[in-house]
């Protein structure tokens, strides 16, 4: 099984900083089968990244990804109010499909 | 737009069961494979089980094999998945999600609640 470890556990930024959140693998994903998710206080998650740079329908274009291997990153451009959430990482290479423990991104 | 609607949730003492159903609509739900997810209460995210568009193919968690079944009736729009044997670590909001790679489309969670 494919062990995703997200750093940092939480990240306090401000409105208006740029947000850096890091996915790392147990083990070298072929091609990029790497996707990010947001979820926030009672919500179900959103997909916003797929294939590990691709940007889901309607995600706005300060969601960035990417990376290769096992190391994949999220940036977040300038952070915008409604973006303070949890991101989780989740990789589709090798079945079980796990997820990242998750970031939490708050408010400074 | 795409609406997942999950239902037959509830709280029900270890060793029990239920059947959790997701109604969907919005996409051509015969073309998708369709997966469950579920979410510990305070924890992240944990890949419970998924099916192909024609029901021929699943997949499980080790944590849910033998224990869990998840079916399809494309007639009706509907995925399925029955929880037998449950046990207090299977108290979880249960997600049923379009797709099995990239998670497309999420209901709004059901709960389930294992407890004596």
């Known amino acids: ?108 | 737009q795409v609406q997942l609607v999950e239902s037959g949730g509830g709280l029900v003492k270890p060793g029990g069961s239920l059947r959790l159903s997701c109604i969907v609509s919005g996409l051509t739900f015969s073309d998708w494979y369709m997966s469950w997810i579920r979410q510990a209460p305070g924890k992240g995210l944990e890949w419970v089980s998924y099916i192909n568009s024609g029901s021929s193919a699943t997949n499980y968690a080790d944590s849910v094999k033998g224990r869990f079944t998840i079916s399809r009736d494309n007639a009706k729009n509907s995925l399925y998945l029955q929880m037998n044997s449950l046990r207090v670590e299977d108290t979880a909001v249960y997600y049923c999600v379009r797709g099995h790679t990239i998670l497309g489309a999420w209901g709004q969670g059901i709960r389930v609640t294992v407890s004596s």
């Not at chain 1, 890091?22 to 990244?49: D, F, H, V």
């Not at chain 1, 969601?63 to 994949?72: A, Q």
């Not at chain 1, 990153?73 to 989780?88: G, K, M, N």
Request: glycine share 10%; proline share 7%.
């Open chain 1, 1 to 108: 099984e494919i062990v995703l470890t997200q750093s940092p556990g939480t990240l306090s930024l401000s409105p208006g900083d740029r947000a850096t959140l890091s996915c790392r693998a147990s083990q070298s994903l072929s091609s990029t089968p790497l996707a990010w998710y947001q979820q926030k206080p009672g919500q179900a998650p959103r997909l916003l990244i797929h294939d590990a740079s691709s940007r889901a329908t309607g995600i706005p274009d300060r969601f960035s990804g990417g990376g290769s291997g096992t190391d994949f990153t999220l940036t977040i451009s300038r952070l915008e109010p409604e973006d303070f959430a949890v991101y989780y990482c989740q990789q589709y290479g090798s079945s079980p499909y796990t997820f990242g423990q998750g970031t939490k991104l708050e408010i400074k």
